[in-house]
T-cell receptor, first 109, second 114 residues
Framework: KQEVTQIPAALSVPEGENLVLNCSFT??????LQWFRQDPGKGLTSLLL?????REQTSGRLNASLDKSSGRSTLYIAASQPGDSATYLC????????FGAGTTVTVRA | ETGVTQSPTHLIKTRGQQVTLRCSSQ?????VSWYQQALGQGPQFIFQ???????GRGNFPPRFSGLQFPNYSSELNVNALELDDSALYLC?????????????FGPGTRLTVL
């Protein structure tokens, strides 16, 4: 059974700092890994999807890395802004998505 | 292209009642998955429907049941509601019956059980 863990559970940084969010998974036989953003009480917005053959994926200020052998992915958000405040979830699929509990980010103006 | 929609947005029920939540999948998507997200936790997989058949189920009791219709829309039914059923229920659709594809999530239905 795939177990997904996210550390830290919460993070508060001043505006402009870079954010580093960690995700670990127990079963390295994955097709891909996704990072999602969730605003309070809302649905999920897909940010990045990294295929198992990739090591990195970038979208604007977001960069996600994947190391299958160590069962880890990291989401980097450069030059954080107050609008980046949200919960960030990673998920690993087989026929379903297995989610971590998320990291709640607060960017202080 | 219409995204995934869910109804209702919010719902309040009392313990023991039954509830039906609805999801319309994105155009061209034939797979629908349902997730339960309790406060402060990540979404937990309930079940998935692919071309109107259940195609996998998480660790949820039989009082959680579902349907998928020929137009690929879906319902989640919960009988004998319990207080712990209070959660955000998310629906996600995808093109293929494979985990490698990107799932698109709806905005969710917030269920409160009193």
């Amino acid at each position: 059974k795939q177990e997904v863990t996210q550390i830290p559970a919460a993070l508060s940084v001043p505006e402009g700092e870079n954010l580093v969010l960690n995700c670990s998974f127990t079963d390295s036989a994955i097709y891909n890994l996704q990072w999602f953003r969730q605003d309070p009480g809302k649905g999920l917005t897909s940010l990045l999807l990294i295929q198992s053959s990739q090591r990195e994926q970038t979208s604007g200020r977001l960069n996600a890395s994947l190391d299958k052998s160590s069962g880890r992915s990291t989401l980097y958000i450069a030059a954080s802004q107050p609008g980046d405040s949200a919960t960030y979830l990673c998920a690993v699929p087989d026929y379903k998505l297995s989610f971590g509990a998320g990291t709640t980010v607060t960017v202080r103006a | 292209e219409t995204g995934v929609t869910q109804s209702p947005t919010h719902l309040i029920k009392t313990r023991g009642q039954q509830v039906t939540l609805r999801c319309s999948s994105q155009s061209g998507h034939n797979t629908v998955s349902w997730y339960q997200q309790a406060l402060g936790q990540g979404p937990q997989f309930i079940f998935q429907y692919y071309r109107e058949e259940e195609n996998g189920r998480g660790n949820f009791p039989p009082r959680f049941s579902g349907l998928q219709f020929p137009n690929y829309s879906s319902e989640l039914n919960v009988n004998a509601l319990e207080l712990d059923d209070s959660a955000l229920y998310l629906c996600a659709s995808s093109r293929e019956n494979q985990g490698a594809d990107t799932q698109y999530f709806g905005p969710g239905t917030r269920l409160t059980v009193l």
